[in-house]
């Protein structure tokens, strides 16, 4: 069995929207008993593990409405032509996960953490398609930070681009189809419904650094290493999310233990189509940010200045603190 990258969620705090949060907090040794794991499937030395902490809205209050399941069958029929599988090869290791056709002229939408292998060491990508067929691919880009990456093969065959949903029109309770390949079985389709919306879960990162998944789509149908990059779909067949994380039950030991327990997160379409747009259109993501930082003063020297409010010269706010008439 291939090793799977553990999130560890010990003592982290698990929490809801405002509207619960101050009648139903999980406790931290709740969340003991669960520990994330990123979905793709790695060979080699490419696993680790970090806290990771969840949040978001869960389906309380969401309304009575009854949802009926999809009829999967002609979801799947629909979405799988669209769903490519992936192996990323590097000279640390391999690994394999998932993958959706976004535009006709090849380009494929996936998590950054199924291809990182390859490309911090010059390795090699290839896309099997649902018929067998088996290309290779370059890296168009990649965006550590929300853990999402864009591949592009060059093929004359005709591709199947797979439809985009909205993120504004999923609900809680709504029946949702997830298609990947995981453990690399290709074509693999799993059912279930939304189960909260707007998480928030931090992942493993490139460098021993951490992506965030925000505003994260939760899910019952089952996520498991390998599922990662692939798709997430309405009714309609429409792409609503990137199935991205999943949790398991630790051995004692505390390793991850076996296959999904119906906890998924999977991120959200909207950004995922921007984030795609972006690094097909200039190879890269750019993140805004607040130039803000604080630093304690010491009483004394505040008091030599005159002032209790100061900026440390070189700092990420000093420049606009100067800007704005701070004392430097």
């Given at each position: 069995?291939?090793?799977?990258?553990?999130?560890?969620?010990?003592?982290?705090?698990?929490?809801?929207?405002?509207?619960?949060?101050?009648?139903?907090?999980w406790?931290p040794?709740?969340?003991?008993?669960?520990?994330?794991?990123?979905?793709g499937?790695?060979?080699?030395?490419?696993?680790?593990?970090?806290?990771s902490?969840?949040s978001?809205?869960?389906?309380?209050?969401?309304?009575?409405?009854?949802?009926?399941?999809?009829?999967?069958t002609?979801?799947?029929?629909?979405?799988?032509?669209?769903?490519?599988?992936?192996?990323?090869?590097?000279?640390?290791?391999?690994g394999?996960g998932s993958?959706?056709?976004i535009?006709?002229?090849?380009?494929?939408?996936?998590?950054?953490?199924?291809i990182?292998?390859?490309?911090?060491?010059?390795?090699?990508?290839?896309?099997?398609?649902?018929?067998?067929?088996v290309?290779?691919?370059?890296i168009?880009?990649?965006?550590?930070?929300?853990?999402?990456?864009?591949?592009?093969?060059?093929?004359?065959?005709?591709?199947?681009v797979?439809?985009?949903?909205?993120?504004?029109?999923?609900?809680?309770?709504e029946?949702?189809?997830?298609?990947?390949?995981?453990?690399?079985?290709?074509?693999?389709?799993?059912?279930?419904?939304?189960?909260?919306?707007?998480?928030?879960?931090?992942?493993?990162?490139?460098?021993?650094?951490?992506?965030?998944?925000?505003s994260?789509?939760?899910?019952?149908?089952?996520?498991?290493?390998g599922?990662?990059?692939?798709?997430?779909?309405?009714?309609e067949?429409?792409l609503v999310?990137?199935?991205?994380?999943?949790?398991?039950?630790?051995?004692?030991?505390?390793?991850?233990?076996?296959?999904?327990?119906?906890?998924g997160?999977?991120?959200?379409?909207?950004l995922?189509?921007?984030?795609?747009?972006?690094?097909?259109?200039?190879?890269r993501v750019?993140?805004?940010?607040?130039g803000v930082?604080?630093?304690?003063?010491?009483?004394?020297a505040a008091?030599?200045?005159?002032?209790?409010?100061?900026?440390?010269p070189?700092?990420?706010?000093?420049?606009?603190?100067?800007?704005?008439?701070?004392?430097?």
């Amino acid at each position: 069995m291939l090793p799977v990258v553990v999130i560890a969620m010990q003592g982290a705090d698990v929490t809801e929207s405002e509207h619960v949060r101050g009648s139903r907090r999980w406790s931290p040794w709740m969340v003991l008993v669960a520990a994330l794991v990123v979905g793709g499937c790695t060979n080699g030395s490419a696993s680790s593990s970090a806290t990771s902490t969840a949040s978001g809205n869960s389906g309380a209050g969401s309304g009575s409405a009854t949802v009926s399941a999809c009829a999967v069958t002609p979801v799947a029929n629909e979405v799988i032509p669209s769903v490519v599988t992936i192996a990323a090869h590097g000279p640390d290791g391999s690994g394999t996960g998932s993958g959706e056709v976004i535009k006709s002229d090849g380009y494929i939408l996936t998590n950054n953490h199924v291809i990182s292998i390859a490309a911090a060491s010059g390795g090699s990508v290839e896309v099997q398609f649902s018929d067998g067929q088996v290309e290779p691919a370059t890296i168009t880009g990649r965006d550590p930070q929300t853990d999402l990456a864009v591949l592009k093969v060059q093929t004359s065959r005709q591709l199947k681009v797979i439809a985009l949903g909205s993120s504004s029109s999923v609900q809680v309770g709504e029946p949702v189809v997830a298609i990947g390949a995981p453990l690399g079985l290709s074509g693999t389709v799993t059912s279930g419904i939304v189960s909260a919306l707007n998480r928030t879960v931090q992942v493993p990162g490139d460098n021993d650094g951490t992506a965030l998944l925000v505003s994260a789509v939760q899910t019952d149908a089952s996520i498991n290493p390998g599922n990662s990059g692939g798709a997430l779909v309405d009714c309609e067949g429409k792409l609503v999310g990137v199935p991205t994380a999943g949790a398991t039950v630790p051995s004692p030991s505390g390793e991850s233990g076996g296959g999904s327990i119906g906890l998924g997160f999977a991120i959200p379409v909207d950004l995922a189509k921007s984030i795609a747009d972006e690094i097909i259109a200039t190879g890269r993501v750019t993140h805004a940010f607040f130039g803000v930082q604080t630093t304690p003063i010491p009483p004394a020297a505040a008091a030599s200045r005159g002032t209790r409010r100061a900026v440390r010269p070189g700092s990420v706010a000093g420049r606009p603190g100067r800007h704005g008439g701070i004392a430097p």
